[in-house]
């Protein structure tokens, strides 16, 4: 390598950050422990609050995966001098080592305690329990209304193991229009060496936060003046949403499918006919006056595609028929629950529709997930959590047909290898259905597929086919999904990779970097038989030295710097780095330009030379 050319030292891609397998994290679900430490931690904190404030009414304060929130109505927002004050005062409790007891108490008595307490929120909460109703006492200073579980005395809480984490405003049972209240969140834990290692990993999914690099990388953004919630792609996001869009594509032609394109709004009977206006209004935007007629963004695509069904007489010959579309959806969400691109208010569903026939069904499940495969694990994610959701008590349907629809699913799960766990009773009053969680590079799951029977539409919209007997029957509908949206699984995708892209996914793939003005041509010469190869190749003409090149290269993540000299550009060839492979060496131009196609088409993770 020339001289004028030389690297200088610089660390590589930062690689992922997976969980310390020594120290184990359960959810609280998945520990009784937990579960009784965090139920008495937050009213351990509920009772700091009180003491500390003792102007502050309590609400509501129940346990999450990884800690526990209370909800307070304070006449002050609390600050985060407040939290290291009600923190000293949990540790005062803790080492008080104070009982915490269930009492059985009849509702007249409940409502006494709780007027004499001048404690509004409770008495709404009272008013919604059944007898017997309990609560548990903390000492003899303070109790709350509470089903349990606790642990029997504060010292069986470590006061090295829990910490207070944030301050968010909420209303009251997450109505808008209601009071305003300060949630204060905790996380506490068995051992200091949990707490510590849940602290890790909080800092690494910051560091991976998709909102901070989608910024950074100037992927996308979500401008106010046009309203909350709606995504804007910028050049760089878009893409790479458009790669990931012709993937999907090419997938579903290869697996069978046939795409569809359907409208973004309906006349308002399509969503009672549906059945949408009666049990999804509350996520629908108003209806929109056109023509002395009433249309409806379109929450779902599932509808337009039971139209394109119905619109022509079908034969039991014709199935299965599979019909896949990126469809832009709308929903209404509240303004508490957005963020970033995980939850937002239009976004794109890779929706996709097979009507089959009632023995074709293990078949086609089996075909989804295998495709299901295909398409994760392109992206990196081939650890999953599978969940089979069973009919639930309120359901329509006979029998005969769930006996059917859950057994096609069954066998198809046990066709694939895949293990699962039952939950009985969970699936939708309208058919069962198949979840699917992916786990990222840091051990977090996502809820991402899902593959749902539905008997509901196909009888709504009065669906049918010609069997071969002559007679009409029912066809089966399977709704099913892969990525979810395109938003949520790319916001989920960048914090995966932390937006080290791999190289065939990367918005910029090489970045040219000429030393001097006498290699400029030379470089854009090179710049352009990479892109007429499909490379996305760019030349920087910043004319900054070599070392803030590189530094600006890496900031953006640019998986290949090609650095262009005298001794380069007399060669025909650019010294590389790699951010996955670091140093590379001066590299021919054909051999770049071919390992680049290769790569691409192979949907490699870096460049193969």
């Not at 609560?135 to 010292?155: E, F, I, K, M, R």
Request: net charge negative; charged share 25%.
């Amino acid at each position: 390598m020339a001289a004028d050319t030389q690297l200088p030292v610089s660390s590589t891609a930062v690689t992922a950050l997976p969980p310390n397998e020594t120290v184990v994290l359960p959810k609280t679900s998945e520990s009784e422990t937990l579960l009784r430490i965090r139920h008495s931690m937050s009213h351990v904190m509920a009772m700091a609050v009180q003491k500390l404030f003792p102007k502050a009414q309590v609400t509501i304060g129940p346990w999450t995966e990884s800690g526990f929130y209370y909800d307070f109505d304070n006449p002050d927002p609390f600050t985060e001098a407040d939290l290291k004050a009600i923190r000293k005062e949990m540790i005062k409790i803790i080492n008080r080592k104070l009982p915490l007891q269930r009492l059985e108490v009849d509702r007249a008595e409940a409502e006494a305690k709780i007027t004499a307490q001048n404690e509004p929120y409770k008495l709404e909460i009272l008013a919604g329990i059944q007898e017997p109703i309990s609560l548990y006492t903390l000492g003899d200073d303070w109790w709350d209304l509470c089903a349990g579980p606790h642990v029997a005395n504060t010292s069986e809480l470590n006061p090295k193991a829990f910490e207070l984490e944030s301050v968010a405003g909420a209303y009251w049972r997450g109505d808008e229009t209601k009071a305003q209240l300060q949630r204060i969140y905790g996380t506490a834990w068995e051992t200091a060496e949990q707490l510590a290692e849940h602290r890790r990993r909080k800092e690494e999914a910051l560091r991976r936060d998709h909102r901070r690099i989608g910024t950074d990388l100037d992927l996308f953004s979500i401008e106010d003046e046009a309203g909350a919630g709606l995504v804007f792609w910028h050049p760089r996001g878009a893409r790479m949403r458009l790669l990931i869009e012709d993937f999907w594509r090419q997938a579903h032609f290869d697996g069978g499918y046939e795409l569809l394109y359907t409208p973004h709004v309906a006349d308002i009977s399509l969503w009672k006919t549906s059945g949408h206006l009666d049990f999804y209004s509350e996520s629908m935007f108003g209806p929109m006056q056109v023509d002395e007629r009433e249309y409806q963004l379109k929450p779902m695509n599932c509808p337009f595609h039971v139209l394109t069904y119905a619109s022509t007489l079908r034969s039991y010959r014709e199935l299965p028929i599979r019909w896949a579309e990126l469809g832009t959806v709308y929903r209404y969400e509240r303004p508490g629950v957005m963020h970033g691109l995980m939850r937002v208010r239009g976004f794109t569903q890779d929706d996709a529709h097979v009507f089959c026939l009632p023995e074709q069904i293990s078949d086609e499940i089996l075909r989804i997930l295998d495709l299901t495969e295909r398409i994760l694990s392109t992206f990196d994610f081939c650890n999953y959590e599978i969940n089979l959701s069973t009919r639930p008590e309120k359901s329509i349907g006979e029998d005969a047909v769930w006996e059917l629809a859950t057994n096609g699913l069954i066998e198809a799960l046990n066709r694939k290898g895949w293990a699962y766990k039952v939950d009985e009773g969970g699936g939708a009053f309208y058919g069962p259905k198949i979840d699917l969680k992916i786990e990222d590079a840091i051990g977090r799951m996502w809820q991402c597929s899902t593959i749902q029977l539905d008997f509901n539409l196909p009888e709504r919209f009065k669906l049918d086919y010609v069997a071969a007997d002559g007679s009409k029957q029912r066809p089966i509908m399977i709704h099913r999904a892969i990525f979810g949206s395109l938003e949520r699984f790319f916001g989920i995708m960048t914090e995966n990779y932390a937006g080290d892209f791999p190289f065939w996914l990367a918005p910029e793939q090489i970045r040219l970097l000429p030393v001097t003005d006498e290699v400029q041509g030379y470089a854009d010469d090179l710049c352009q038989q990479l892109t007429r190869a499909g490379v996305r190749a760019c030349v920087d003409r910043s004319g900054e030295r070599l070392g803030k090149l590189i530094r600006t290269g890496e900031k953006m993540k640019i998986p290949v710097l090609a650095v262009i000299g005298a001794k380069e550009a007399e060669q025909s060839g650019a010294s590389l780095r790699s951010r996955r492979d670091g140093d590379l060496g001066l590299v021919d131009a054909e051999v770049l330009i071919k390992a680049a196609s290769q790569a691409n088409q192979s949907r490699s993770q870096s460049l193969s030379l």
